[in-house]
């Protein structure tokens, strides 16, 4: 989009109409969004629209958008994902358009596709031979809270090395000064100081 202030500059100069970027002939020529750009380069598997929607990731994914695909079961539409929030894919319709399509359990909290991998390899390890949603997401809950306890815990042991360097920095530096650490020069001995006038006695020094 050309900024308006930006606009007016060109359409005021010199340049030929042909060179004036007006904002029509820009939308007819690139036709598309930030949106429309992530879409056209997301990863995505090839599902069959079924009645409960469409499976992805062992994770079930529903919305009333889908209904006019029903009974098209010889046609495989791509579903795109989000690496970074599987709480929603995104159903290419054969006109290419797309189609937002939200997790069925909307009570389910948005994962990555790095957890939801980490879950999975986790479940296989404890001898799970078979995968469900449910099991999945109480596994990312699970990896969750182990990962915000140590992220605690590491916070808590900076604060307390931090406290003992205080600490052992104070004990090392006492609060009385040292007479040691400062040598007396000859200005401290008694005889060269400078002599001040008796009490009484004008000093010579004039006072404003």
Not at 18 to 37: G, Y
Not at 94 to 105: F, L, S
């Amino acid at each position: 989009m050309i900024p308006a202030s930006l606009q007016q500059t060109y359409r005021h100069s010199s340049y030929p109409e042909s060179w004036l970027p007006i904002d029509s002939e820009l939308n007819t020529k690139c036709n598309c969004s930030s949106r429309a750009f992530l879409l056209d380069f997301l990863p995505y598997e090839t599902r069959v629209i079924r009645r409960d929607g469409v499976r992805l990731f062992n994770i079930q994914y529903q919305d009333g958008g889908l209904a006019h695909l029903l009974g098209r079961l010889d046609t495989r539409l791509r579903v795109k994902y989000d690496p970074r929030d599987l709480s929603a894919v995104y159903v290419e319709l054969p006109d290419g358009d797309h189609v937002r399509v939200p997790y069925a359990d909307l009570r389910r909290e948005p994962i990555t596709l790095w957890e939801h991998r980490h879950a999975v390899r986790r479940l296989k390890d404890e001898g799970r031979r078979t995968v469900d949603e449910a099991s999945i997401f109480a596994a990312i809950r699970e990896q969750r809270a182990i990962l915000n306890e140590a992220c605690g815990q590491s916070r808590e042991a900076r604060r307390n090395f931090v406290r003992r360097e205080i600490a052992q920095r104070c004990a090392d530096s006492p609060s009385e000064p040292n007479q040691s650490q400062f040598p007396a020069g000859k200005a401290e001995d008694d005889a060269d100081r400078i002599p001040m006038p008796p009490p009484g006695a004008h000093s010579g020094v004039e006072i404003w």
